[in-house]
């Protein structure tokens, strides 16, 4: 009964300003939720769903974390929500996309930018790759290259979205590389653009490191590069990066996945946070589920990420700036 | 007939028991407004990380098939259609439920279901090699005309009034158009926060279908209901198989158009069921019986969305692309055990696919079975008063749209999308071509920008659009079915008969 009426004293006192140090010590003390702003199913729900399962463990949260799914127009939707309307307590966490969001926030329209959330920590690092059907004349991105200086905007490449990772390296690469390719952005997400290299529907893609190994595992893709500013060890060590073949293409494109709070957040809970959401990331189970998924892992800590999404705003705004 | 070597692994004890729970679960999901069959095996995918990879599956194969099946019994006994595919299955469900033959309705719903998945399922076993692909030969030409084959059918949907089935058509296609536009990049109509991300499918066919059934209800009151009170017939499954005997031919086309449409990544089951519903009643000699109760209507709505379900998983098990929303949850949940679909899927986990797509061979059946016990109690439901319906029908209206994605602006627009669409149903406007429109709208759009945008960097749009024998062939099909509709609205008129 005591607890009872501790919990409800919390309650009450939650909602007032005064009581900010009681909530910090205790926290969390109730199962907090985080909003994804993907449908259920995509790989940013998939990837969330395993790395919050460990949420309940005592060494970590000792909560269980509980996956909101907000999509619609490309995360715009779930961040604005999130921007907007979540309540900065500690217990309305979110899934971020980079470039995603900032690039977003760049292009105008939305009610976010990357002042308008705190980082907690990364989980996940998916490189763009360019591929070509496996039946395709290209085998090496040096051959894609000089075909598109050749045809200048007669190559067709496939992506998710306008102002996704996809989107980025495109634009990237064809500053890199001063050719002029043209992007194809898919409705369905990266499934769809996969779909498109397959079936033959366009000359080249660029997608997910993660599903374009496995296209390639199924014997339906070559893989020709990688826009990361290294190999990928794990999946695609034969792979060379942009750089290694001479096009200045950075890291700017890859999707970075990890979990935020809005701004004005209690310090200490985001310090608790920045402690235990790491560790959760790093724990056995989710890195074995993670790798058996074929979804590559990067952990990073709250300052790595505000480093990051710093030097991300710097690329993305010079980049986006002469798209409009 | 390597399959029939994994039938065993079904009827484990585990296996088994998940299977029939995930049937029955799945069931009651789909008869649930607001649960697509894509958020229930999304629901399940966190079970499935403690189940081994097969076991896991299964579950989500039997929730898959059965969340489809089981949007018909909302769509039969509420006209709350629980996913885009049984709107057909309301047209005339719901009209026979009303005349008391709920039982019948759904009797030959779930027996149209279990054929029609049956079917889709052996094709999914022996001609997977060859389907795959037929699948991928599906480019962005393809599917728009394949979207525009679908608009024709609009105007003949409206079984009142041409005109006014082509101008529901046009508002639903409007509808569509709402939100940001992913691949201009363009914010079209957004003039309030909740419609930025356009309006959810499942939002809009909860406010079109349900809510002017309980304004209609609360209108009608406690007086009217005592005389209207049905008669729900009790109904033996005889005369419901003697029924299904009778329409054989709906049972076919429903068939085949389901089993072709669930091949083609990207248009998936939302349409099938009314393209084969529209199919049967042109082939049909009685068409004026549609829309009135004919259980013809429901059989090839229901067929068609369940032999959607096998086809529909081709790409996804060879090519390892989800042609669906559903099939793109199923690979998270394949992903999750470490098993990457592809053409050698079959090679290197034999056990773990073949027991897979075995399972919903049984889950069917199980399907079957479990959906006819249920339909005799569940018919009852023409019993309830209209008031109390009324407040109850409201209830899952509203749960069902703020489910979607946990969203209270979807309420207000299914709020609004209903209270609109009861006044339009007032002036002889009807809602199946609205939502037709909704939702070949983005299919249309997006393959027809995304076409023109490759068809610039190579050889134009009258080349890229019209060529290919895969292109002409869905041009010659829609024209022909626009010339059909000028013939038969022609003779009609001819005999007399109200066009």
Not at chain 1, 112 to 134: C, H, K, L, R, T
Not at chain 2, 179 to 204: C, E, K, W
Request: with cysteine; net charge negative; proline share 5%.
């Amino acid at each position: 009964m005591k607890k009872h009426l501790m919990s409800l004293a919390l309650l009450a006192a939650s909602t007032t300003l005064t009581s900010v140090a009681v909530q910090a010590a205790d926290f969390p003390d109730r199962p907090i939720s985080m909003m994804v702003s993907y449908g259920a199913g995509g790989a940013t729900d998939f990837q969330a769903r395993i790395v919050t399962m460990m949420a309940g463990g005592e060494e970590f949260l000792g909560q269980p974390m509980v996956i909101i799914n907000k999509p619609g127009a490309g995360g715009r939707v779930g961040w604005n929500w999130f921007a907007g309307e979540a309540e900065a307590d500690g217990y309305t966490m979110a899934a971020y996309n980079i470039p995603h969001f900032i690039a977003q926030s760049i292009e105008g329209g939305v009610k976010y930018s990357a002042e308008s959330f705190e980082p907690i920590a990364n989980w996940g690092a998916d490189p763009a790759v360019v591929v070509v059907g496996a039946d395709s004349p290209y085998n090496t991105i040096e051959e894609l290259i000089a075909y598109a200086k050749e045809n200048p905007g007669r190559v067709t490449v496939s992506g998710a979205g306008l102002y996704v990772g996809h989107h980025i390296a495109a634009l990237q690469i064809q500053k890199a590389t001063d050719t002029k390719l043209a992007y194809i952005p898919t409705k369905g997400g990266g499934a769809a653009a996969m779909k498109a290299v397959i079936g033959g529907d366009v000359v080249a893609g660029i997608n997910n490191l993660s599903d374009a190994f496995r296209a390639r595992e199924a014997g339906n893709v070559k893989i020709l590069a990688v826009a990361d500013v290294q190999r990928s060890e794990e999946f695609l060590p034969d792979v060379p990066t942009m750089m290694e073949a001479g096009y200045e293409v950075d890291n700017a494109s890859v999707n970075f996945r990890g979990v935020m709070v809005p701004k004005g957040t209690d310090p200490e809970i985001i310090a608790t946070l920045a402690e235990k959401v790491p560790a959760m990331f790093a724990s056995d189970r989710v890195s074995k589920q993670m790798s058996a998924g074929g979804s590559p892992m990067k952990i990073m800590s709250r300052e790595e990420v505000q480093a990051m999404w710093a030097a991300r705003q710097e690329t993305l705004a010079e980049l986006l700036a002469g798209l409009k | 007939m390597e399959f029939l070597q994994y039938f065993g692994g079904v009827f484990e004890p585990v296996s088994f028991m998940l299977l029939l729970g995930g049937t029955i679960g799945g069931l009651i999901l789909g008869a649930t407004p607001g649960l697509s069959p894509t958020m229930a095996v999304a629901l399940l995918i966190p079970f499935t990380f403690q189940l081994e990879a097969t076991q896991g599956l299964i579950l989500l194969g039997a929730a898959y098939t059965a969340t489809v099946a089981g949007g018909a019994v909302s769509a039969i006994l509420l006209r709350i259609p629980g996913a885009p595919a049984n709107i057909a299955t309301a047209l005339d469900g719901h009209e026979m439920a009303r005349q008391g033959r709920g039982t019948e309705a759904l009797h030959v719903s779930f027996l149209a279901s279990g054929i029609g998945g049956i079917v889709g399922v052996l094709l999914l076993i022996f001609l997977t090699p060859i389907l795959a692909q037929w699948a991928l030969a599906f480019g962005p030409s393809h599917l728009f005309w394949m979207a525009i084959l679908g608009v024709t059918v609009i105007g003949s949907l409206d079984s009142r009034s041409f005109v006014k089935g082509l101008l529901s058509g046009c508002l639903g296609l409007w509808l569509s158009m709402i939100g940001y536009d992913d691949i201009q990049g363009a914010q079209r109509f957004i003039f309030h926060d909740s419609l930025t991300g356009g309006v959810n499918i499942i939002t809009a066919l909860i406010g079109i279908f349900a809510i002017p059934q309980v304004i209609e209800m609360l209108a009608k009151g406690r007086v009217e209901h005592k005389v209207t009170s049905v008669q729900v017939e009790s109904q033996s499954l005889f005369t419901s198989l003697k029924l299904l005997g009778r329409n054989v031919k709906a049972l076919s086309i429903g068939t085949v158009v389901g089993s072709i449409i669930g091949l083609i990544p990207g248009v998936g089951g939302q349409i099938a069921g009314l393209l084969a519903y529209d199919q049967t009643r042109k082939f049909s000699k009685d068409k004026d019986s549609f829309g009135k109760g004919n259980p013809a209507g429901v059989i090839a709505a229901e067929s068609a969305n369940n032999a959607m379900v096998g086809p529909s998983l081709v790409p996804l098990l060879t090519l390892s692309i989800p042609g669906s929303p559903t099939a793109a949850v199923l690979l998270g949940g394949l992903l999750i055990h470490g098993i990457f679909p592809g053409s050698d899927l079959f090679d290197n986990y034999p056990e773990v696919a073949w027991t897979f797509i075995n399972s919903m061979l049984i889950g069917q059946v199980l399907m079957v079975i479990f959906g006819i016990w249920v339909a005799r109690h569940a018919a009852r439901v023409a019993h309830v008063p209209p008031p109390i319906m009324a407040a109850a029908v409201m209830v899952l209206a509203l749960f069902g749209s703020y489910s979607v994605q946990q969203s209270m602006g979807d309420v207000y627009v299914m709020l609004v999308l209903g209270l609109s669409m009861y006044l339009l149903e007032k002036v002889g406007f009807s809602a199946a071509p609205l939502v037709l429109g909704l939702i070949l709208g983005p299919i249309a759009e997006a393959n027809f920008i995304q076409g023109s945008m490759i068809a610039n960097a190579t050889d134009g749009p009258m080349v890229y659009f019209m060529s290919g024998t895969l292109n002409l062939f869905l041009v010659v099909l829609v024209i022909a079915s626009i010339a059909y509709s000028f013939i038969s609205t022609r003779s009609a008129n001819k005999t007399g008969a109200p066009a």
